[in-house]
């Protein structure tokens, strides 16, 4: 019997297929590898802050679309002190969203462990759509958005007048984005197109894993991260999480009714900071916390007429030209953030608790300036923020009752309630496209390697209990707990904390199951 002849098609898609498995690639694989999106080229030629390394890279801007448009990214590195023994790369991302890493790194970079520093290039960079990377442009030019948020309260609004008006300026600021968006970018700024970021520049640092330290919202990225591709980690801290589950969608219908800051606690939490500040303020004498009124009690009780006060009228302080007006909205602002930071920042005055309590005290021995204007004006950069924020979270909708929820805020949560309502009430009436690429799970794929979270049990932001949740809801979690106080345990360090974060990126050693790191020191000692 003649042997049958090979038709030319089927001779090359054999001799394909052939040279597909000598290098070791199925034709799936290859497949993938020619849809795969091209790595970026990284050079760190250009020097800019003290000892740090620059350099941009272009990736896609939508992954459905890999060899389409590309977007630019901005990044920065720190070599690792010991280059001999390097380890690879650790990427670092400071959260907000919002937060320039480039401008973050330089910042605190002192504050990564010793061993760390020595072992590891530290590379952090600008997620899409913020600081130097490209960015989503609403406006045609710069200054309008500044101008159309100039009227807004300072803080958040109060009282029916403020909501509405703030209502529709959120609104014309989400039209603004939807019709000068001219590159696409706005469908793409979920943080799942950041961790695609993410990955292609851990290839381009030629790293076979991902090393990664992630405070605050650099959490839901690293989560996210390992979850979209669970075979690539290596080692990842993650420093005072979001619980992703909550964050995202809610667990329940009557969770999805609740905007997402109380959906994950973070007003209860920073209500329970709020009361550990005046307690232990209140535990010692004016001397050392200028706000004390002589016991936990009476501390309290001095912090709400204070608030009351506000509720009724503003207070200035200094006098013109240099007179600062607050209400009550801006004051909670200033507490709500004033507690992140337990021990002063250098160089920067009034921060850290003792800074919180002169302030308030300052306020406390002002008199009332019922005649004086409102303050107003909103904070810049906002599109930077909303661009992720919104992609990332189910919000409750523009004709939602917010001004009731702010009202439930208040009611468990006291002063610092109705802060957080508002902070996601922006994203009410954002395009609908932005959700485009959002990641809603599933949230325990078993990774490559285990994932250690890391919490302060007194955080004002994302609570304790949301950092225990996604080490639950992880396949391969470990939780640390620091009985500390202030938001992420890098921002208010502790040397217990450090030394096992130290162990596991460098040797992958976890800490015992249920650790627990006692402070270096309490506040006010």
């Given amino acids: 019997m003649p042997r049958p002849r090979l038709t030319t098609a089927f001779r090359a898609a054999a001799t394909t297929a052939a040279g597909l498995l000598l290098a070791g690639l199925t034709p799936a694989a290859a497949a993938s590898a020619a849809t795969a999106p091209p790595v970026p080229s990284l050079t760190w030629r250009q020097s800019c802050a003290d000892g740090f390394q620059c350099d941009t890279a272009q990736v896609p801007l939508d992954y459905r679309a890999p060899h389409g448009r590309t977007i630019r990214l901005a990044l920065i590195r720190r070599p690792a002190d010991d280059?001999?023994?390097?380890?690879?790369?650790?990427?670092?991302?400071?959260?907000?969203?919002?937060?320039?890493?480039?401008?973050?790194?330089?910042?605190?970079?002192?504050?990564?462990p010793a061993e760390v520093r020595k072992r590891f290039d530290i590379v952090s960079f600008d997620p899409r759509?913020?600081?130097?990377?490209?960015?989503?442009?609403?406006?045609?030019?710069?200054?309008?958005?500044?101008?159309?948020?100039?009227?807004?309260?300072?803080?958040?609004?109060v009282g029916a007048e403020q909501q509405s008006r703030w209502a529709d300026t959120y609104a014309n600021l989400g039209r603004q984005c939807a019709e000068n968006d001219r590159t696409g970018l706005l469908a793409h700024l979920s943080t799942a197109d950041t961790a695609r970021d993410l990955d292609l520049l851990r290839q381009a640092v030629g790293d076979r894993r991902l090393s990664y330290l992630g405070t605050s919202y650099g959490t839901y990225l690293g989560t996210v991260y390992a979850n979209l591709f669970p075979g690539r980690v290596r080692a990842m801290v993650l420093d005072s999480a979001v619980d992703p589950v909550a964050w995202s969608t809610g667990r329940t219908p009557q969770d999805r009714a609740l905007p997402p800051f109380l959906r994950t606690g973070s007003d209860l939490g920073s209500a329970r900071t709020l009361d550990?500040?005046?307690?232990?303020?209140?535990?010692?004498?004016?001397?050392?916390?200028?706000?004390?009124?002589?016991?936990?009690?009476?501390?309290?009780?001095?912090?709400a007429?204070?608030?009351?006060?506000?509720?009724?009228?503003?207070?200035?302080l200094g006098t013109p030209p240099n007179a600062v007006t607050h209400d009550e909205a801006t004051v909670v602002t200033?507490?709500?953030?004033?507690?992140?930071?337990?021990?002063?920042?250098?160089?920067?005055?009034?921060?850290?608790?003792?800074?919180?309590?002169?302030?308030?005290?300052?306020?406390?021995?002002?008199?009332?300036?019922?005649?004086?204007?409102?303050?107003?004006?909103?904070?810049?950069?906002?599109?930077?923020?909303?661009?992720?924020?919104?992609?990332?979270?189910?919000?409750?909708?523009?004709?939602?009752d917010y001004p009731a929820l702010a009202d439930l805020a208040r009611a468990r949560s006291g002063a610092l309630g109705p802060y957080w309502v508002w902070q996601t009430q922006r994203?009410?009436?954002?395009?609908?496209?932005?959700?485009?690429?959002?990641?809603?799970?599933?949230?325990?794929?078993?990774?490559?390697?285990p994932v250690l979270v890391v919490a302060?049990?007194?955080?004002?932001?994302?609570?304790?209990?949301?950092?225990?949740?996604?080490?639950?809801?992880?396949?391969?979690?470990?939780?640390?707990?620091?009985?500390?106080?202030g938001h992420t345990v890098l921002?208010?360090?502790?040397?217990?904390?450090?030394?096992?974060?130290?162990?596991?990126?460098?040797?992958?050693?976890l800490p015992p199951r249920g650790e627990v790191c006692a402070p270096d020191q309490r506040p006010f000692e």
């Avoid at 023994?85 to 973050?104: K, W």
């Avoid at 005046?278 to 016991?295: M, N, Q």
């Fill in 83 to 112: 280059q001999a023994h390097r380890l690879g790369t650790l990427f670092y991302n400071p959260g907000g969203p919002g937060i320039p890493g480039t401008g973050a790194l330089p910042a605190v970079s002192g504050l990564f």
């Fill in 129 to 157: 759509g913020v600081g130097r990377s490209t960015a989503l442009q609403c406006f045609p030019d710069p200054s309008g958005e500044p101008a159309l948020l100039a009227g807004l309260p300072a803080g958040y609004p």
């Fill in 276 to 303: 550990t500040f005046l307690d232990r303020c209140g535990a010692v004498d004016p001397a050392r916390c200028a706000f004390s009124a002589g016991s936990p009690e009476a501390t309290r009780a001095k912090f």
């Fill in 305 to 316: 007429q204070l608030t009351d006060r506000l509720g009724r009228g503003p207070i200035t």
């Fill in 334 to 400: 200033a507490v709500a953030n004033g507690l992140y930071a337990v021990e002063p920042v250098p160089n920067l005055p009034d921060t850290g608790w003792s800074g919180l309590g002169e302030q308030l005290q300052r306020l406390w021995t002002a008199p009332d300036t019922p005649s004086a204007p409102l303050p107003t004006g909103g904070l810049s950069g906002q599109t930077q923020v909303l661009g992720v924020l919104c992609s990332d979270t189910a919000n409750p909708p523009a004709d939602a």
């Fill in 427 to 449: 994203c009410a009436a954002w395009p609908a496209e932005a959700a485009r690429d959002r990641y809603d799970g599933p949230w325990d794929r078993p990774t490559a390697a």
């Fill in 456 to 485: 302060n049990t007194d955080d004002p932001a994302w609570p304790y209990q949301g950092s225990r949740a996604l080490a639950d809801t992880l396949a391969r979690g470990r939780l640390l707990t620091v009985e500390g106080d």
């Fill in 491 to 509: 921002g208010n360090p502790n040397g217990c904390a450090a030394g096992y974060e130290e162990r596991y990126l460098i040797d992958g050693q």
